[in-house]
């Protein structure tokens, strides 16, 4: 098993760019997750999964947007990159509380 | 509104010796608490969690206590290994009232151990 896949892992946007960052698990998990972590803080949610066609906010939405086609795909959307989006995105999965990182996307907004 | 906190951003611990990290939190409705593990430049790694209704779980070096009165969690490391150097993130969850918030973590800013051979 690969577990928790992210592409790309590095990325420079300029402002108003847009861009999908993909993930993918091979675990057969229902849910999945986005966090960003900005430097010297914790992971703040910013959309989640609980199955195929259901997702939902979480914490910090704004300018993202998510999609959920398959059981195994999240790509999480940036529609119109800015500088406050500049952060390390880490998509994970679980089957019930213990959630499964993948190696985390470095994104950064100039 | 920070739920989960760690206030220390940073702890030095020798070999051998036991690592102690701690991580408060503020809403009473957390019922599940895990702790994560994180190399620079990978994502984070599950390391060992604890239901609300037990107040010790032990696997191998690593113990966690919760005291629900306190809101307060520990981990225990012992022996420290040099490899044990990381950042160690607490993440707490808890059921929304209809049942469907399964899982969603709110985490802690995570404290940096370094274990010194």
């Known amino acids: 098993n690969a577990g928790v896949t992210q592409t790309p892992k590095f990325r420079i946007l300029k402002i108003g760019q847009s861009m999908t960052l993909q993930c993918a698990q091979d675990?057969?998990?229902?849910?999945m997750y986005w966090y960003r972590q900005d430097p010297g803080m914790g992971l703040k949610l910013i959309y989640y999964s609980v199955g195929a066609g259901i997702t939902d906010k979480g914490e910090v939405p704004n300018g993202y947007n998510v999609s959920r086609s398959t059981t195994e795909d999240f790509p999480l959307r940036l529609e119109l990159a800015a500088p406050s989006q500049t952060s390390v995105y880490f998509c994970?999965?679980?089957?019930?509380?213990?959630?499964?990182f993948g190696p985390g996307t470095r994104l950064t907004v100039l | 509104d920070q739920q989960v906190k760690q206030n220390s951003p940073s702890l030095s611990v020798q070999e051998g010796r036991i690592s102690i990290l701690n991580c408060d939190y503020t809403n009473s409705m957390f019922d599940y608490f895990l702790w994560y593990k994180k190399y620079p430049a990978e994502g984070p790694t599950f390391l060992i969690s604890i239901s609300s209704i037990k107040d010790k779980n032990e696997d191998g070096r690593f113990t966690v206590f919760l005291n629900k009165s306190a809101k307060h969690l520990s981990l225990h490391i012992v022996p420290s290994q040099p490899g044990d150097s990381a950042v160690y993130f607490c993440a707490a969850s808890a059921w929304d009232a209809g049942g469907t918030s399964y899982g969603k973590l709110t985490f802690g800013q995570g404290t940096i151990l370094t274990v010194h051979p």
């Open positions: 675990m057969n998990h229902n849910y």
């Open positions: 994970a999965s679980s089957l019930r509380d213990t959630q499964y």
